[in-house]
T-cell receptor, first 111, second 109 residues
Framework: SQTIHQWPATLVQPVGSPLSLECTVE??????LYWYRQAAGRGLQLLFY??????ISSEVPQNLSASRPQDRQFILSSKKLLLSDSGFYLC??????????FGPGTRLTVT | DAKTTQPPSMDCAEGRAANLPCNHS???????VYWYRQIHSQGPQYIIH???NNETNEMASLIITEDRKSSTLILPHATLRDTAVYYC??????????FGTGTSLTVIP
């Protein structure tokens, strides 16, 4: 069966510090992968999606970037965090019917 | 650009059917409707999806109107564990999902 992992679960970072969030998927190959952000009390905002290694599409211009160095690994990064980057970050992969399966999420607080 | 409209909140008595409506009046002919739910502090969970026929699985039923401009998610016997935010989403031809703010369903004992 397929599983999706995200780490860390929670993170507190100062403004201006770098960020690296990792997502890995097991039990499937060549999945479409997605990064979302959810601000407190809000809906999910699609940040990036990837259809293959090295292929990244950005939905929202911002100080975040994404990379997919391996088939089942998706990384979200920032060189300098802003206060507005605080939120709940979710990684997802999509199945045969394009339904998406989400990881447990990383709760990021920028102070 | 969520392309869907949902009531912000609903209540349902435990054991009764919960009927969650969604309007998607601008849906295109080949766009699917998906439903997810999100329990507090967790990632969203896929529930069901459909194109134009009604669908049923172990979690819920999805009723799509004939003109496809709206749909209803039915939880036949709501339990307290069904308390969550429910998202109705139209999948774009680019295979991306745009989540709105959903409907916050509270199941009342």
């Amino acid at each position: 069966s397929q599983t999706i992992h995200q780490w860390p679960a929670t993170l507190v970072q100062p403004v201006g510090s770098p960020l690296s969030l990792e997502c890995t998927v097991e039990g499937t190959s060549n999945p479409n992968l997605y990064w979302y952000r959810q601000a407190a009390g809000r809906g999910l905002q699609l940040l990036f999606y990837s259809v293959g290694i090295g292929q990244i599409s950005s939905e929202v211009p911002q100080n975040l970037s994404a990379s997919r160095p391996q088939d089942r690994q998706f990384i979200l990064s920032s060189k300098k965090l802003l206060l507005s980057d605080s939120g709940f970050y979710l990684c997802a992969w999509s199945g045969l019917n394009y339904e998406q399966y989400f990881g447990p999420g990383t709760r990021l607080t920028v102070t | 650009d969520a392309k869907t409209t949902q009531p912000p909140s609903m209540d349902c008595a435990e054991g009764r059917a919960a009927n969650l409506p969604c309007n998607h009046s601008t849906i295109s002919g080949n766009e699917y409707v998906y439903w997810y739910r999100q329990i507090h502090s967790q990632g969203p969970q896929y529930i069901i999806h459909g194109l134009k026929n009604n669908e049923t699985n172990e979690m819920a039923s999805l009723i799509i109107t004939e003109d496809r401009k709206s749909s209803t998610l039915i939880l036949p016997h709501a339990t307290l564990r069904d308390t969550a935010v429910y998202y109705c989403i139209v999948r774009t031809t680019g295979n991306q999902f745009y989540f709105g703010t959903g409907t916050s369903l509270t199941v009342i004992p």
